[in-house]
């Protein structure tokens, strides 16, 4: 929810704040959403003027997403998809600017579906920046630990206070008395049974 506030001031008349609010959450998003979304817009934008190393740079980073689909606790996995979209977007860019030119030459007859085919490619493209963002958001949900945060954009973060650490012993019992014995007493005789 996006807070509007306005101030009346005398001789300018209204203000207009925009602000986010700190404490608000965004919305999350379904990973199989992400990975069905490109996966349609790669295959669309593959039927017409981009070359098989654009489909399998795409189809790589998708498989590693239904990876990341199917582990649902594993880091690793949503860290390497991030990854890869956003090497994509880099590969994404050096193929249109190769491989348009050399589409625009095609026959009339074809030009819908180069037109088509582009459009797909191209909004697949815009597309991945957003889905690197929600994509991370997964990351730290999952407990990933590289903190990026953007200048304006809400970041999700985790409250580590709640948590007590395992390496750290209580010095009172453990080093004074390791075996829980009481102080003063002398073993006795072992018993026979």
Not at 76 to 90: E, Q, S
Not at 134 to 156: H, I, K, L
Request: contains cysteine.
């Amino acid at each position: 929810m996006l807070v509007v506030q306005l101030k009346p001031q005398k001789l300018k008349g209204t203000t207009l704040h925009l602000h986010w609010p700190e404490n608000m959450e965004i919305p999350a998003v379904n990973l199989k959403a992400i990975v069905l979304v490109h996966w349609l817009l790669t295959i669309w934008g593959c039927m017409a003027w981009l070359p098989p190393s654009y489909a399998w740079g795409n189809f790589s980073v998708l498989a590693v997403g239904v990876w990341a689909i199917a582990q649902r606790d594993s880091i690793d996995a949503v860290l390497m998809f991030l990854i890869g979209i956003a090497v994509t977007i880099l590969t994404d860019i050096i193929h249109f600017g190769i491989y348009y030119p050399l589409a625009e030459g095609l026959a009339e007859r074809n030009r819908d579906t180069f037109r088509f085919s582009a459009g797909m490619a191209i909004l697949g493209l815009l597309l991945k920046p957003v889905s690197c963002f929600f994509v991370y958001q997964m990351y730290r949900e999952r407990g990933g630990d590289y903190n990026v945060n953007f200048a304006g954009f809400p970041s999700v973060t985790r409250n580590r206070d709640a948590y007590q650490s395992i390496d750290q012993q209580d010095q009172s019992t453990s080093s004074a008395n390791p075996f829980n014995q009481v102080e003063g007493t002398k073993p006795g005789p072992p018993h026979s049974y």
